[in-house]
């Protein structure tokens, strides 16, 4: 059974900063891409950052390029997101998600496995 555990969200003012973990277990880790999305209150769910099986492909999102980055470490089945200059519209539901296949994809439906969600607020 595949499970994926975030942590590290909270609360922080606006122009912080926070990283995010994603631990993995039930499946081999490194043969699959991994991607972070999040949903606001109210809002559908959207992409934020996926990074290919080996690491060296990333992936990201228009509205959180070059303030975040995406990572992973193989050996300890673990993705990582470090959120940086965090704006009030980052506030949301932050989702690891395990893809079908290798490829740094984008699209929430190219990803079978989901964690339960870690809460990111910026406050103004």
């Known amino acids: 059974q595949v499970q994926l555990v975030e942590s590290g969200g909270g609360l922080v003012q606006a122009g912080g900063s926070l990283r995010l973990s994603c631990a993995a277990s039930?499946?081999?880790?490194?043969?699959?891409?991994m991607g972070w999305f999040r949903q606001a209150p109210g809002k559908e769910r959207e992409f934020v950052a996926s990074?290919?099986?080996?690491?060296?492909?990333?992936n990201y999102a228009d509205s959180v390029k070059g303030r975040f980055t995406i990572s992973r470490d193989n050996a300890k089945n673990t993705v990582y997101l470090q959120m940086n200059s965090l704006k009030p519209e980052d506030t949301a539901v932050y989702y690891c998600?395990?893809?079908?296949?290798?490829?740094?994809?984008?699209?929430?439906?190219?990803?079978?496995?989901w964690g339960q969600g870690t809460q990111v607020t910026v406050s103004s």
């Open positions: 998600a395990t893809a079908r296949e290798g490829w740094a994809v984008t699209q929430s439906g190219e990803y079978d496995y």
């Open positions: 039930g499946r081999t880790f490194s043969s699959y891409a």
């Open positions: 990074i290919h099986w080996s690491g060296g492909t990333t």
